[in-house]
């Protein structure tokens, strides 16, 4: 039998103590609570850049890649669409239908899809249900009752999403006919290839634009997708931050207008800037919030008409 020496043992209770306190990072590590636009980040790939290689949250975005790209061509998860070419299946979600590269506005190219109109109001006594990957929301009505799922001891009404035990990279739903087998169509694992937001199929003008993406004031812009858009017009500036930049590219590019860590736009320069605070927090891209109505009046505002 092999004795173990006294130094050979307390360097495995090392190792093992640097696995515990590196795992206990790991689980503290809640990217949901750091700053910036980051669904918008994740969804145009765009590549953190972290002061320490240990750092939780990225103090700025490499999204280069968006300066070279081509306005005669179109871009989706990484792959390269020329003019008139359909949209691959790989590329598609749900409600993506008929959609093709195009010429749009001053000849660049842009996706054009069909419209796909959901039926979204109920009949008296029914309710809408989404399922999964579906593109609409599933009509239900009294005829039948609902169905509800018991996974791991927990119980869930239909349409609700949950957790598949061991499998956490699966998203599952409570819909009928699931009798506790994590698979399709009650489960499926989200494709990482995927833009989830739509934002390069359906914003290709405001990407190129150096547009910012706005979210409502109860979303998350770490983990939301963006409900409109702000774009630069001709009564912007620039609110200047006393907080101190560290270097020349920490800088967050909105249309022309060149921001510093901390810096404001001004708001209500146009409709779309109405009650919504634009803030350079995690270059390149300001983080646009609307703000809450016990705030901002979003109906006090100058005549836009006369501008």
């Known amino acids: 039998m092999v004795k173990r020496s006294k130094m050979g043992f307390l360097f495995e209770i090392c190792l093992c103590l640097i696995f515990i306190v590196s795992s206990l ?15 918008y980040y994740e969804d145009v790939r765009c590549k953190p850049i972290y002061k320490n290689p240990e750092d939780c949250c990225a103090v700025k975005y490499d999204c280069s890649h968006l300066e070279s ?20 299946d790989e590329d598609a979600l749900a409600c993506d239908i008929g ?4 010429e749009g506005y001053n000849g660049n190219a842009h996706f054009i899809c069909a419209v796909v109109d959901c039926f979204q109001r109920p009949r008296p006594g029914c309710s809408m249900v989404h399922y999964g990957k579906q ?12 169905v509800t799922c018991t996974v791991d001891g927990k119980t869930y009404k239909e349409g609700e999403e949950f957790e598949a035990k ?23 694992v989200p494709s990482k290839t995927k833009s989830y937001c739509g934002t390069e199929l359906r914003h290709a003008s405001e990407i190129r634009e150096k547009c910012a993406p706005v979210y409502y004031y109860e979303q998350s812009p770490e983990t939301s997708c963006s ?5 630069q017009n001709n009564n912007d500036t620039l609110i200047p931050s006393t907080e101190n930049s560290e270097g020349e590219s920490d800088i967050c590019k909105f249309g022309n207008i060149v ?4 810096d404001e ?19 390149p891209t300001p983080t646009c919030q609307r703000l809450p109505d016990n705030e901002c009046d979003v109906t006090v505002h100058p005549n836009f008409d006369n501008y």
């Open 259 to 262: 921001m510093r860590i901390g």
């Open 99 to 102: 959609c093709f590269c195009a």
């Open 227 to 231: 409900v409109s858009w702000r774009c």
């Open 135 to 146: 593109c609409c929301a599933t009509e239900v009505c009294p005829d039948r009752e609902k």
């Open 25 to 39: 990072a790991e689980k503290e590590c809640d990217k949901t609570k750091c700053p910036g636009p980051l669904k």
């Open 69 to 88: 790209r081509s306005p005669k061509k179109c871009y989706l998860n990484d792959n390269v669409y020329e003019m008139g070419e359909k949209l691959k």
């Open 166 to 188: 061991g499998e956490p990279n699966k998203k599952c739903v409570c819909m009928p006919g699931y009798e506790g087998e994590n698979a399709e169509p009650y489960c499926y």
């Open 265 to 283: 736009l001004n708001q209500a320069t146009g409709y779309s800037s109405v009650c919504v605070k634009c803030k350079c927090e995690v270059p």
